[in-house]
């Protein structure tokens, strides 16, 4: 270890927060300990209090702190999908699970970042409405309900992007929230891109340094942000061979910033989206660039499914009668819920305890 890289790994050592959500000057602290240290913490969609609940329990178990994010779908199942306003169901049900948060993650004893993923233009009221319930908070206690929320506009034009950008993370800074932005397109059926795109070849799925730098010349200026770049990550899980990941793309943003602004090394926040199913050394290499955060839910998705659906599989009879219909043995104790999803949390505890190691964040929680 060279000398800076040894005081780096010493100051992010050295930063001890309070368990429990973490906003503001604390949350730029993290992010940054997450950088010195080589580390990157998983942000893990929730839909409900199951899967928010194991991704607290897996920290825990990991003595790792993570990212707690909700995209609009599952803010909206969090409300619960009966809830007839679905447009008020996405924002109520974001609030609804960040409160969960709040009162529950400091007795975990990690630090949990809590978020909102991926909003399209469509989707910029509901990110305003969550920063309206941000403001109300701040007023009471000096902290944002939420730490940061994201904007994907990278359908759009660079100028119109970072244009909405800037005026949300204007709102937002004042309450020491920050901004997840989107540069360049990332493949996949979350973004309803599909597969058509062709892999390698396709320019537009690796996001270009000089708009990166673009980005950070305009929203530096205005607060924090962190930029999720595409070199050549898909979301979602898809067959070997579907695409090729280039992290050194996101070497060459942080380069040219740093050489464009004479910042530190590795000035950006960088996110990785689509982290599901990729190659283990592409997502060491990609942190070592600068990544702090890597997004996952479709291996959580199918590790929380997978246990119960053994279970069922294995005792068919339990999920169609409650008392045998031969022998009059009672099913209660295997169709109650309790039963059931909790091996589905388990599930999903296990699965983020690989993606904390993959990650180089377990063991790593700041929380004193
Ligand atoms: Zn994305």
Same mark, same amino acid.
């Given at each position: @270890?060279? =000398? $800076? ?9 050295? /930063?001890?927060?309070? =368990? ?7 949350? !730029? ?6 950088? &010195? ?14 899967? /928010?609940?194991?991704?607290?329990? &897996?920290?825990? @178990? ?16 969090? =409300? ?9 169901? !996405?924002? #109520?049900?974001?609030?609804? $699970? ?5 009162? #529950? ?11 909102? *993923?991926?909003?399209? !233009? ?21 902290? %944002? ?18 244009? +909405? ?20 397109? +990332? ?27 673009? &980005? ?28 090729? #990941?280039? %992290? ?6 942080? *380069? ?27 997502? &060491? ?18 590790? #929380? ?18 008392? *045998? ?24 505890? =296990? ?18």
């Amino acid at each position: @270890m060279n =000398a $800076a890289v040894e005081a780096a790994a010493s100051a992010s050592a050295a /930063l001890k927060l309070p =368990a429990g959500v973490v906003t503001g000057e604390d949350y !730029r602290a993290l992010v940054a300990a997450c950088k &010195a240290g080589g580390y990157a913490l998983p942000a893990v969609n929730v839909t409900g209090t199951n899967s /928010l609940n194991a991704v607290l329990e &897996a920290a825990a @178990m990991a003595k790792a702190d993570v990212v707690i994010q909700l995209s609009n779908g599952g803010a909206r199942f969090f =409300a619960g999908e009966g809830m007839k306003d679905e447009a008020k169901a !996405r924002v #109520l049900g974001a609030v609804s $699970a960040a409160r969960h948060a709040h009162l #529950l993650a400091q007795h975990y004893g990690v630090c949990v970042v809590l978020h909102t *993923d991926h909003a399209n !233009r469509k989707l910029v009221p509901w990110v305003e409405q969550m920063i309206g319930f941000s403001e109300a908070e701040h007023k009471q206690t000096g902290k %944002p309900l939420f730490s940061s929320h994201m904007l994907d506009l990278s359908e759009e034009s660079l100028k119109d992007n970072l244009e +909405t950008c800037a005026r949300v993370l204007k709102r937002m800074s004042p309450l020491g929230m920050s901004l997840e932005i989107e540069l360049g397109v +990332t493949g996949g059926e979350e973004d309803g891109i599909g597969a058509e795109h062709d892999g390698a070849d396709n320019a537009k799925l690796y996001t270009q340094p000089e708009d990166v730098a673009e &980005a950070f010349k305009l929203l530096s200026m205005i607060g924090h942000f962190s930029v999720a770049a595409s070199f050549g990550n898909v979301h979602g899980v898809y067959a070997p061979g579907n695409v090729k #990941l280039r %992290p050194e793309i996101l070497k060459r943003s942080q *380069d040219l910033v740093q050489a464009q602004f004479k910042t530190p090394g590795k000035p950006l926040n960088l996110v990785f989206h689509g982290g599901s199913g990729s190659e283990k050394e592409k997502i &060491a290499e990609a942190v070592s660039y600068g990544v702090f955060k890597m997004n996952i839910d479709t291996d959580t998705q199918f590790a #929380l499914a997978e246990p119960i659906g053994k279970f069922v599989l294995e005792n068919p009879k339990a999920f169609q009668h409650q008392i *045998d219909p031969v022998d009059g043995k009672p099913y209660k104790k295997f169709y109650d819920p309790r039963k059931w999803l909790r091996l589905g949390e388990k599930g999903m505890v =296990a699965r983020l305890q690989e993606a904390f190691r993959d990650l180089g964040s377990a063991g790593k929680s700041v929380a004193e």
